[in-house]
Each structure stands twice: as structure tokens, then as C-alpha cells.
């Protein structure tokens, strides 16, 4: 392992397939770009489970206009769906597939969906109410005796689904996935092996889902330290950021009558805060309205790709003011279309 310059820019992995190092084909690519502007451009993409659906908005939006994107460095859903898009599919694509996961017996069967049901249970009569806290005080049995209400077999199954079976090092645009290291408490980046299996453990929301052990690490979500990888996107070798937060907005509570809801707002408050700190050093912030949507909430896609969508919109004129002559250079939308056209499609389970 080599040692890390401070805190913040991570473990290097140095066992297969999980080694730290940019890819020559990346560099070429790298350097052929960088002829044509003078900043590296980095897409930073922060977690929040199902609000990260709101990413796949943002990336329609930039696309669209041209933006150029160097590098994608994701945390946790944000990996998830930042790997989607550097693999080289695009966004309406990657909604169509999402929305395929969304209705297949396999989501509706999951552990993730009675997560979200247990939530609705506000909003519902008597009966249904009485069977989400059931389902609740299951899934809270569970977790007193298992490092996750998911097995990492269960959510790999997802991550299959979503995600090409690829190496990092033959993405479409260079990626980055950020993940924790419980044992030693740094940041892990991934930039190169197995996509998916760097997005699993980029997603491996602590508690929900049993960490992903690899060798002497314990490897979780990568927004238990770095909620939005603006410092990550920077040590990549980004000139520039342009962060996107979908984090839960933060909201007076003039009630917390038990210690279940005082714990949750202690860790809002602790992820806001953090959030704060790291956005300081982004250039471009994007923040999707979210509103304070659980992270097991994948029922609100639509409306959520459609909150990025409209903040990206908001905060493009900001970004054009930090990236001049937008316009005229080889764009991300350019390479994926020109990816696309010389790569066959990627197969997906039906």
C-alpha cells in the first residue's frame, strides 16, 4: 500500500484486480483533449441511494449542451450511475434500464423494496400500516445480529443488472469509484478492475448492506467520508468541478419523540455538514430538489431524473462562466456518440 499524501486522497490498492493507476489508452485520450481546451474538466457525483436517480437528469442536460467532461468520479449511487455513463450508455438508455430493474419481480421481491414500503406507512390505512411495522421490526431484528439487511449477493444481483460486465480501464470516459476502508478509516479509489465490482463497494450503504471484504480491507460506502468526491475529483487530476449534491435537504424538526428519529438527524446533520466542508473546493455545484425522499425511495425515479435535469438547466450559465468556449470543443456528448457507433450494444439481462 502506498502511503497517502493526506487523509483525503485515499488507499491505493495495490493487489489485482483493484490497483490504482491511470490507464495508457485514458492518457492518450487525456492528452488529445487537453489540446483543445486548457482545464480538466471533473464531474464529481455524491451519493444518496435512490436520490441519485437525479444524476441521470444532470447528465442529460450537460450532454445537451455540450459540456466536456475529462473524468467521473461518483460516491456510492453516484458511482452507480456515473459508471452507467462513462461505460458509454447514455442517459435515456440508462432510464429505460432502470426503469426495466424498477418493475422486474426481482426489485418488487427485494429487500430494498420492503425497505421503502416500511416508509409509506404515514400515508396508508390501518392494515397496511400494521404490516409495514412488521416488515420494519424485521428488518430491525436482522440487523442486530448481521452486518447488513442485504446480503452482498442480493445487491450484486442489481449492480448486474445495471451495470456492463467491464474493466475500468476500458471505459468510455476515465471513471473513478469512491469507497471507505472501515479498518483504516480512508477513502479507497478505484481506477481500475472490475466496474462492478468497484460500484458495489462504492454502494454499500453501512448497516443496509453487509461490507464488501477484499483482502485485509472492509470496504463501504464511499459517503461515509466523502459524501460528494470533490477532494477525489481534484487528486484525479481535475482543473475544475462541477459537483452534483443529492443529498436530503436539512429542515427544522420540531419533533423527535425517540431515539430511532434523534440517531437519523444526528446523521443528517453530521452528512450536511461534511457535504459543506467538501463543497468548498468545487468550482460549480448542482444541487437536484430532492426534498427529504429516504434513501430506499427507488418508486420516485421519473421525478427524480427530472429534478436534475432542471437544476442542471438552472446552473448552466454558471458553468458556462468557469468553462469558456464551451461550445466549440470535443465534447462528452461527441465521444459517447462516437463510442457508441464503433462499440457493439452491451448486453443486459432481459
Known amino acids: 500500500m502506498v502511503p497517502a499524501k493526506n487523509d483525503m486522497v485515499g488507499v491505493r490498492l495495490k493487489v489485482p484486480p483493484i490497483i490504482i493507476r491511470y490507464d495508457t489508452r485514458h492518457t492518450r485520450w487525456h492528452r488529445e483533449t487537453m489540446k483543445r481546451k486548457s482545464k480538466n474538466i471533473g464531474l464529481a457525483l455524491g451519493g444518496g441511494g435512490a436520490r441519485g436517480f437525479a444524476h441521470i437528469g444532470v447528465l442529460r442536460i450537460l450532454e445537451e449542451e455540450n459540456v466536456p467532461i475529462d473524468i467521473i468520479v461518483g460516491t456510492s ?7 452507467s455513463y462513462a461505460s458509454g450508455i447514455g442517459p435515456d438508455e440508462l432510464e429505460e434500464i432502470i426503469e426495466g430493474y424498477l418493475e422486474s419481480p426481482e426489485f418488487h421481491s427485494s429487500a430494498i423494496n420492503a425497505i421503502e414500503e416500511a416508509h409509506k406507512r404515514e ?15 424485521v428488518i430491525l431484528l436482522q440487523a442486530m445480529f448481521k452486518p447488513g439487511i442485504l446480503s452482498a449477493k442480493d445487491f450484486r444481483a442489481m449492480i448486474d443488472y445495471l451495470l456492463p460486465d467491464i474493466q475500468i480501464e476500458d471505459m468510455a470516459i476515465p471513471f473513478r469509484a469512491v469507497a471507505t476502508d472501515l479498518v483504516s478509516g480512508k477513502p479507497v479509489i478505484f481506477s481500475e478492475g472490475s466496474l462492478r465490482e468497484a460500484v458495489m463497494a462504492s454502494s454499500t450503504v453501512p448497516g443496509a448492506i453487509q461490507p464488501l471484504k477484499k483482502d485485509n480491507y472492509l470496504l463501504s460506502d464511499g459517503g461515509i467520508i466523502a459524501h460528494v468526491p470533490v477532494s477525489a475529483t481534484i487528486n484525479e487530476g481535475a482543473d475544475r468541478v462541477i459537483a452534483v449534491v443529492v443529498s436530503k435537504d436539512i429542515l427544522l424538526e420540531d419533533e423527535l419523540t425517540n431515539a430511532q428519529e434523534i440517531l ?27 426534498g427529504t425522499l429516504h434513501w430506499s425511495e427507488f418508486s420516485h425515479a421519473q421525478h427524480l431524473i427530472r429534478a436534475g435535469e432542471d437544476a442542471a438547466r438552472e446552473s448552466m450559465g454558471h458553468i458556462r462562466s468557469i468553462i469558456p468556449g464551451t461550445k466549440k470543443w470535443f465534447t ?19
Open 332 to 350: 462528452i456528448g461527441h465521444y459517447l456518440r462516437l463510442y457508441r457507433r464503433k462499440q457493439c450494444q452491451v448486453p443486459f439481462p432481459l
Open 123 to 137: 400515508d396508508s390505512g390501518l392494515a397496511r400500516k400494521i404490516q409495514s411495522y412488521l416488515k420494519n421490526k
Open 77 to 83: 449511487s453516484g458511482a452507480l450511475v456515473g459508471a
Open 264 to 290: 437519523s438527524r444526528a446523521n443528517d446533520l453530521t452528512t450536511h455538514y461534511l457535504v459543506q466542508y467538501e463543497l468548498t473546493r468545487a468550482d460549480v455545484v448542482i444541487r437536484p430538489s430532492v
